[in-house]
């Protein structure tokens, strides 16, 4: 079962990486260097860290990553509503990106709420 959850989370952290990519391709050439890299790089930063806490060996390290993981979520989770306060994104793709991320959000805390320490 741990297996399964491990998988499912992974893929829909996959889903929102891709979908924050395809979102951010049509924001403002002069933002490349701004919020759109700054989105992409937090959106990846949550699957990077997950992927190697779950390497990891020891319980505080892999608690440490998920941390950061989470973190980096909230911080995507930002610079979507400011992409959308600035008409970056439509009301569409916000939506879609709040949801996926309050999932991934849900499952990243239950996740660090069962890790003793």
């Not at 990846?44 to 505080?60: D, F, K, P, Q, T």
């Amino acid at each position: 079962m741990e297996n399964n959850f491990h998988d499912e989370l992974k893929k829909l952290m996959d889903e929102y990486v891709h979908f924050v990519y395809k979102a951010t391709r049509k924001f403002p050439k002069e933002e490349l260097y701004g919020v759109t890299s700054q989105l992409r790089r937090a959106a990846m930063s949550v699957i990077l860290n997950y992927i190697e806490g779950y390497a990891r060996i020891g319980i505080a390290s892999y608690k440490n990553f998920l941390i950061i993981a989470f973190g980096s979520l909230k911080e995507s989770k930002y610079l979507l509503h400011f992409s959308l306060t600035e008409k970056y994104m439509s009301k569409e793709y916000y939506r879609i990106g709040l949801e996926m991320a309050d999932r991934i959000g849900a499952m990243l805390w239950g996740t660090i709420n069962k890790i003793k320490k």
